[in-house]
């Protein structure tokens, strides 16, 4: 007993009460005690407590491999031990709640953080069409549609349709495990299983579902090889787009030609306006026919993001010196390698299709230029008609002004002793008459001879 008097310090005040207990320190030593501490843990914030349940719970092994130190009656210390550990699973299972309603409440506040802010997360109203052609309607906000497509969030803003006004040019977005296609009024997220598409209320989004669905279908292959699903996505949007723009064309070519026959007869306010309009529509269909070729080039001269279209969904990588393919399997590379073979072909394809609808595009917009620059002619040249009339008659005006002048002359009521000849009234007449005409003549010789008429 003296020997851990010098260690062990035990002051048995009061008797043992399970609802309150201390830690006492000493210099080696560290023990529970009977102390009453209730002035004490008044003195102690909420933090210290935590703290001080974590001490106990850490010292819990301490105490039990100097349980032969302590000095108390057997049957007295077993109940003691047993209630203290029961009291300090107690606490231990109620720090780990409290840590799990921290970690909720955080994730709860962050959460609502934007809603406090007043700025709300976006939902996404989407078409989920599934590889075997399942088709469903789905509410996705930004967070779960970069979680389950594994994007960045910059990449969600070329197909976000809140920023339909900035993001106007076409693109083709090649990610790890998704693609994503802007397309003007088609935006959509293609993955390895399904694809997301945007805006599907509007045309582009109706002529694309109705170009896939059917690709999907089994019988569409006629027995080949199936192509994957994004490949199959990615041809769908393509052909759907390309199309609109060809029976765009089809539809305005009729109308400007009969416009074209038209118009050098009869230059009506009716039959220019209706050549403004066609005009405008062809330089709308000129820039989106450009601009998707101009993407479409980009890809065919990129052959590293085709390559990342070919190994998606397979074990292969590619070498950042030479952008090599490397596959785990042989066959997958072989594989890979020829759908790039065909996916160079597929856009080449389309590429020319798309050529052609431009071209034949600027060729009826040259034409209503031209015929623009001759109405424009046509126009000028009446002008100058309307102006050489009018140069005419400001002559004659001039001339018989001349002549009005001499007759105000001699009607100022003066005596001149003109008036007491016979044939002076004739003379004077005829004098006025023939001098306009003189002048007229006069004028107008030395307007020709200037070359203005």
Same mark, same amino acid.
């Given at each position: %007993?003296?020997?851990?008097?010098?260690?062990?310090?035990?002051?048995?005040?009061?008797?043992?009460?399970?609802?309150?207990?201390?830690?006492?320190?000493?210099?080696?030593?560290?023990?529970?005690?009977?102390?009453?501490?209730?002035?004490?843990?008044s003195r102690i914030n909420p933090v210290s407590a935590k703290l001080l349940r974590r001490v106990e719970c850490l010292t819990r092994p301490t105490e039990e491999s100097d349980s032969d130190t302590l000095t108390s009656d057997g049957d007295d210390g077993n109940e003691e031990s047993t209630e203290d550990f029961e009291v300090a699973k107690h606490r231990n299972s109620d720090a780990v709640a409290d840590r799990r309603e921290f970690s909720t409440g955080s994730q709860r506040v962050a959460n609502s953080l934007s809603d406090s802010l007043g700025i709300r997360e976006p939902v996404y109203e989407v078409v989920e069409v599934r590889s075997n052609g399942v088709v469903s309607t789905r509410k996705l906000n930004r967070r779960h549609l970069i979680k389950s497509s594994g994007l960045r969030p910059r990449d969600v803003r070329s197909v976000d349709p809140s920023l339909w006004l900035t993001n106007t040019m076409p693109s083709l977005l090649v990610r790890d495990n998704a693609i994503l296609l802007n397309l003007g009024s088609l935006r959509a997220i293609a993955m390895e299983e399904c694809v997301f598409i945007f805006n599907y209320n509007r045309k582009g989004g109706k002529a694309f579902i109705d170009a896939l669905l059917p690709r999907l279908n089994p019988e569409f292959s006629n027995g080949g090889p199936s192509m994957p699903f994004e490949l199959e996505v990615v041809e769908a949007a393509l052909n759907s787009r390309i199309q609109r723009l060809e029976q765009r064309l089809m539809e305005l070519e009729p109308r400007v030609q009969a416009l074209l026959e038209v118009l050098p007869n009869r230059l009506t306010a009716d039959i220019l306006e209706q050549l403004r309009i066609s005009k405008q529509t062809l330089v709308e269909l000129g820039s989106k026919a450009g601009a998707l070729k101009q993407m479409l080039l980009d890809i065919l001269e990129d052959p590293h993001e085709i390559r990342r279209i070919c190994i998606m969904g397979r074990n292969c990588t590619l070498k950042k010196e030479n952008d090599d393919m490397e596959c785990s399997v042989p066959l997958e590379k072989q594989i890979a390698e020829e759908e790039e073979e065909e996916i160079e072909m597929l856009l080449e394809n389309y590429l020319q299709r798309c050529e052609s609808c431009h071209g034949q595009a600027e060729r009826l917009l040259d034409s209503a230029k031209e015929m623009e620059d001759s109405i424009a002619v046509n126009l000028s040249s009446r002008r100058l008609e309307v102006s050489r009339v009018e140069l005419l008659?400001?002559?004659?005006?001039?001339?018989?002004?001349?002549?009005?002048?001499?007759?105000?002359?001699?009607? %100022?009521?003066?005596?001149?002793?003109?008036?007491?000849?016979?044939?002076?009234?004739?003379?004077?007449?005829?004098?006025?008459?023939?001098?306009?005409?003189?002048?007229?003549?006069? %004028?107008?010789?030395?307007?020709k001879a200037r070359k203005i008429f």
């Open positions: %007993m003296a020997s851990t008097s010098s260690y062990l310090l035990q002051l048995p005040i009061c008797p043992p009460s399970p609802s309150s207990h201390c830690l006492l320190f000493t210099g080696y030593a560290l023990t529970r005690s009977n102390w009453p501490c209730s002035r004490i843990s008659l400001q002559v004659g005006t001039f001339c018989v002004a001349v002549g009005a002048l001499v007759a105000g002359i001699f009607g %100022m009521n003066l005596k001149s002793y003109l008036e007491e000849h016979v044939f002076a009234f004739w003379l004077t007449t005829a004098g006025i008459i023939v001098g306009a005409v003189v002048a007229f003549f006069l %004028m107008y010789t030395y307007l």
